[in-house]
């Protein structure tokens, strides 16, 4: 398996601009996740999925942040307008969890930097 | 609540010299425990967890953790640093309030190793 995959990469945009962030999991995960990682807040969970369903949106800052798991290989994550405080790492992990005994490991992407200038 | 503390945003070894990063958790059930690593610009890798089996858990690259409830604590070890094992480390707790889905990262341990 190739891993949990993220595009793009590196992303560089001007306020007010939308933004969209792109996550592919494991083949057979059934759980999703997405974090924001900043020098000044850390790692922040921000909402994550069970079944493509999404569980806890807590974490999503504003309403300018929203997420969608439309099926289970693919999920976005969108920020609209963004704003330079939005510059962070994000990343998605996914991991497969039947029930809710046992460790939730997560495997992790290799992240999108978004810089919004 | 679930929460884990790192007591050191900063770690200094010698090449060949013991590591030792500390984590206290806070947890109301028997918490599922887990220590990531982060390379330089790169995504998080499991180095090992706890779940309440063996309270001595080894990972990988040498490292080992030992969960001591009765000091809330998970510190991870390894005998030897080496130049590679210079990252970022996170402890974690998986809220099992939440099934078990909910990961709570600490603020992570920057290991520096010195030549």
């Known amino acids: 398996d190739a891993g949990v995959i993220q595009s793009p990469r590196h992303e560089v945009t001007e306020m007010g601009q939308e933004v969209t962030l792109r996550c592919k999991p494991i083949?057979?995960?059934?759980?999703l996740f997405w974090y924001r990682q900043t020098m000044m807040r850390g790692l922040e969970l921000l909402i994550y999925?069970?079944?493509?369903?999404?569980?806890?949106d807590s974490g999503m800052p504003e309403d300018r942040f929203s997420a969608k798991m439309p099926n289970a290989s693919f999920s976005t994550l969108k920020i609209q307008p963004s704003e330079p405080r939005d510059s962070a790492v994000y990343f998605c992990?996914?991991?497969?969890?039947?029930?809710?005994?046992?460790?939730?490991?997560?495997?992790f992407g290799a992240g999108s930097r978004l810089t919004v200038l | 609540a679930q929460s884990v503390t790192q007591l050191d945003s900063h770690v200094s070894v010698s090449e060949g010299t013991p590591v030792l990063l500390r984590c206290n958790y806070s947890?109301?059930?028997?918490?599922?425990l887990f220590w990531y690593v982060q390379h330089p610009n790169k995504g998080l890798q499991l180095l090992l967890k706890?779940?309440?089996?063996?309270?001595l858990v080894k990972g990988i690259n040498g490292f080992e953790a030992e969960f001591k409830k009765s000091e809330t604590s998970f510190h991870l070890t390894k005998p030897s640093a080496h130049m590679s094992d210079a990252a970022e480390y996170f402890c974690?707790?998986?809220?099992?309030?939440?099934?078990?889905?909910?990961?709570?990262f600490g603020a992570g341990t920057r290991l520096f190793v010195k030549a």
């Open positions: 999925f069970n079944n493509n369903v999404p569980i806890d």
């Open positions: 706890y779940t309440s089996a063996a309270t």
């Open positions: 992990a996914s991991s497969f969890r039947t029930g809710t005994s046992g460790a939730n490991v997560l495997t």
């Open positions: 083949s057979g995960h059934n759980s």
């Open positions: 947890s109301s059930y028997s918490p599922s």
């Open positions: 974690v707790v998986s809220d099992p309030g939440t099934g078990g889905f909910k990961t709570i």
